[in-house]
């Protein structure tokens, strides 16, 4: 059987083919991620958020050659053809979506939060390169809270270590390669592969033009990744979603979103994080 689909060429159809469906998350849904997301507002964002995603993206691809892709490779597919948007947007989404859930932990009383578990590598490398935990927070925070649409905002390093605030627009990622253009000054093509039992996703490269730079030993002047403080390639270390369905699910009101960002810290993975921080630094 033929099929023509907008924007992709006619393909013969496969008997059966692979259906995208959500990865399980490190955590117990049902348990929620504190007053960040309580049980029913993780089920919106992780569960029903995700499977529409998916169930979209499926549907967008039905009968072309995108059909049996990864999310992987349909984002890559489908990121230089224009025709092909929506697919680039559900899965580039899709990708974000777990990316985000994959690196938060559930409330571990007696502990207010996880920071316990960062690493003296990384809260020594924090301190250096930004005064303090408190003002990473701070300043990422600050990223989140006057981004004025959706998007994500990511907390990256490179492979000397620096690391700083990515925010991106909408559908924008620092996952996979594609010719995405950033909210920041510098644009980044991001790469494909993941280096072997990677323990987070694939990095994100600057311009060819830039060379690496040695880690920087003073206090960086601004958190926001530049062409003239980043090193060649970037790795993202975890990224908060900025969508308003999430707070509003929370509980949090159409003006809760500053409040609800705070609440975030109290359930971010830092043991998850520093690990993946010391696996690049080290390779």
């Known amino acids: 059987m033929h099929r023509f689909v907008r924007g992709c060429r006619r393909v013969s159809t496969p008997s059966t083919r692979r259906l995208h469906t959500a990865k399980p998350l490190p955590y117990d849904p049902a348990e929620g991620l504190g007053d960040f997301l309580p049980p029913e507002a993780l089920k919106v964002v992780g569960v029903e958020y995700q499977k529409g995603l998916l169930d979209r993206l499926n549907e ?39 990316f985000f859930l994959t690196n938060l932990l559930p409330p571990s009383p007696p502990h207010p939060s996880h920071q316990h578990l960062l690493s003296p590598t990384l809260a020594q490398e924090i301190r250096t390169q930004h005064g303090s935990l408190a003002q990473l927070k701070s300043s990422f925070s600050a990223a989140a809270t006057g981004l004025f649409t959706s998007g994500y905002v990511w907390f990256v390093t490179d492979a000397a270590g620096n690391t700083g605030v990515v925010p991106t627009f909408g559908p924008g990622s620092v996952l996979v390669r594609s010719q995405i253009t950033l909210s920041h000054p510098t644009a980044f093509d991001l790469l494909t592969s993941s280096p072997p039992s990677s323990p987070s996703p694939s990095p994100i490269s600057a311009s060819p033009s830039h ?43 159409v003006w809760g979103k500053e409040q609800w960002v705070r609440a975030f810290w109290d359930v971010v993975d830092w043991g998850k994080v520093s690990r993946a921080y010391e696996y690049f630094k080290v390779n």
């Open 60 to 98: 967008e691809v039905r009968g072309t050659e995108m059909s049996n892709m990864s999310i992987t490779q349909t984002l890559i597919s489908s990121a230089p053809d224009r025709t092909r948007v929506l697919a680039f947007n559900y899965a580039s989404l899709a990708l974000n979506n777990h």
């Open 211 to 253: 060379t690496s730079r040695p880690r920087s030993t003073t206090r960086s002047q601004s958190l926001l990744l530049t062409s003239s403080s980043a090193g060649d390639t970037l790795y993202p270390l975890f990224c908060l979603s900025v969508h308003e369905h999430a707070w509003l699910s929370a509980g949090y009101g």
